[in-house]
C-alpha cells in the first residue's frame, strides 16, 4: 500500500510539473501598451505645460519650427510631382505590350502532375519516396487532408524538355507516369 508520503511527494511533483509548464506563459504575456493615448497628450500639450521640456531651451523650440517647416515642403513637392507624372503620361505603345506577352511566355514555367489522390498515407509514401531521390515535390493543398484530393506536383521548372526527360525515371520510381501543365 502507499504511504500518506508517497502521494504527498506524488503531489509535490505534479505542481512543479504544472508550474513549470504554466508559469513561463502567465508571466511572459504579450505586453499591451496604449501608445496613442501617451503620444497624444505629449503632442497636444503646450510646450511650459510638459514637464519633459524646460522653458529654458530656446533652442528646442526653433528646431521644431524647422521640422514642421520641412514636411510642409515636402507635402508640397510630391503633390507637384503626382500633377507633373499625370501630364507626362503617354499611352503604352505596341513594342512594350510585345516584349510584356514575351516576357510572360519566357517566365511560364512547367510542372509534372503525377496523380490526385484521396489516401493520405498514400501521398506521403509517394512524397517520401521523391524526396529521398532528391525531387522538388509539393502538394495542393499542401498539407494533405484526409478524405480530400491532395494533387502530388513536381516542379517548377522552365523547361519543358527536363520535365519531359523525368518522366521514365519517375515511372521507375513511383511507377506513375504524370502529365506536364502549366504552373501558375
Known amino acids: 500500500m502507499i504511504s500518506k508520503f508517497q502521494y504527498r511527494l506524488l503531489g509535490v511533483a505534479i505542481m512543479i510539473i504544472l508550474a513549470i509548464i504554466f508559469l513561463p506563459w502567465l508571466l511572459d ?34 528646431s521644431t519650427k524647422v521640422l514642421s517647416f520641412e514636411v510642409e515642403e515636402k507635402k508640397i513637392s510630391k503633390e507637384e510631382a503626382i500633377d507633373s507624372a499625370d501630364q507626362n503620361k503617354s499611352p503604352p505603345s505596341e513594342k512594350k505590350l510585345r516584349s510584356k506577352q514575351a516576357m510572360s511566355e ?65 515511372y521507375r520510381l513511383v511507377g506513375l507516369n504524370g502529365q506536364i501543365k502549366t504552373y501558375q
Open 29 to 62: 504575456g504579450k505586453k499591451e501598451y496604449d501608445i496613442t493615448s501617451v503620444s497624444n497628450s505629449v503632442l497636444n500639450s503646450p510646450t511650459g505645460m510638459n514637464p519633459s521640456v524646460s522653458s529654458d531651451s530656446p533652442d528646442l523650440v526653433q
Open 106 to 170: 519566357i517566365q511560364q514555367e512547367y510542372v509534372i502532375q503525377l496523380g490526385a489522390f484521396n489516401d493520405m498515407a498514400r501521398v506521403n509514401q509517394i512524397i517520401a519516396k521523391l524526396r529521398l531521390s532528391d525531387y522538388q515535390v509539393f502538394t495542393l493543398p499542401p498539407v494533405p487532408i484526409k478524405g480530400k484530393i491532395t494533387r502530388i506536383l513536381i516542379g517548377p521548372d522552365p523547361s519543358k524538355d527536363k520535365l519531359e526527360s523525368m518522366r521514365p525515371e519517375l
